[in-house]
């Protein structure tokens, strides 16, 4: 009787304590950690290039490359500091927008398990806002993000919540706002800083931030393959049709296609993982 007793009371301690540790390590948000194949994680824009391409992306590629060195050999320098100065612009031109509920909440907890993740900070103080807005829309300044109630309610899980989040914090840490700071110091044309939130990156940078965030993504524990499936869905929203290659050349974005194409490879490619 005593050894039966000894062994239920064992039993109970074991079960109590398995379920308390399963209760401190959960997270519903969170799968195992997709740890990459490759060391350094490679980075192939290649797949952005239609069969339908006349050479347009190599066009497009050229002159971001071209732009790049412009503005890299310029001299005019911006500071963290100015760039969260430019993001406190946005942010004044938002706040009338800004709504703090549930979804705010989950935002913010997402943020901070992405952030967590970069290897290599470049020091800015993130921060994130959910804006009532019928916008599809996600963007992003002087480490401050602002997310649309329409992409967020668009989005289907937090695996895919985090994919554009993380596509967002990589603008910033890529040194795209640095690069946009810069070419309107070049041209004296300060005024666009109020209009920060509608800028557009160029089509390698976004497939760049795309690609990224995705290694966010993993890292944090979210699942990235969904990223795929979201770009499609992203271009029957947008109504975008089939590749056109003399729409492609005035295109700020990749056709998003080609950003579904380009996330499964990158995954297949660095991960070993086939999101198929």
């Known amino acids: 009787m005593k050894r039966t007793l000894k062994f239920i009371t064992v039993l109970s301690a074991f079960l109590i304590l398995f379920g308390l540790l399963s209760f ?8 195992s950690k997709v740890i990459p194949k490759r060391n350094p994680i490679v980075y192939d824009f290649s797949c952005m290039q239609s069969s339908d391409d006349l050479g347009e992306e190599a066009i ?5 490359d071209i732009e790049d060195v ?40 997402m943020l901070q398990k992405l952030v967590a993740q970069i290897k290599k900070p470049k020091g800015y103080h993130y921060s994130i806002y959910f804006l009532e807005s019928n916008d599809l829309n996600a963007w992003t300044c002087g480490g401050k993000i602002f997310v649309t109630s329409k992409i967020y309610d668009f989005c289907e899980s937090n695996d895919e919540m985090a994919c ?19 070419k309107w110091k070049l041209m004296g044309d300060l005024n666009s800083l109020y209009s920060m939130f509608t800028i557009p990156f160029g089509q390698k940078d976004e497939a760049h931030c795309d690609l990224t965030g995705i290694d966010l993504v993993f890292a944090a524990g979210y699942d990235a393959c969904v990223n795929v499936e979201l770009w499609k869905r992203m271009k029957k929203a ?38 198929d």
Do not use: M, W
């Open 238 to 275: 947008f109504n975008e049709g089939d590749f056109d290659p003399v729409n492609n050349l005035f295109r700020s974005h990749p056709y998003s296609s080609s950003r579904s194409e380009c996330s499964k490879h990158h995954i297949r490619y660095n991960y070993d993982v086939n999101c």
């Open 60 to 64: 497009i590629n050229l002159g971001h």
């Open 24 to 31: 401190v390590t959960s997270d519903s948000d969170n799968i």
């Open 70 to 109: 412009i503005v890299g050999s310029s001299g005019v320098e911006v500071s963290i500091e100015e760039e969260e100065r430019a993001g406190d612009q946005v942010y004044e031109s938002q706040k009338s927008k800004i709504v703090h509920n549930e979804k705010s909440e989950n935002l913010e907890r």
């Open 164 to 182: 554009i989040l993380g596509h967002e914090i990589n603008h910033n840490e890529l040194g795209h706002i640095k690069k946009k700071l810069q």
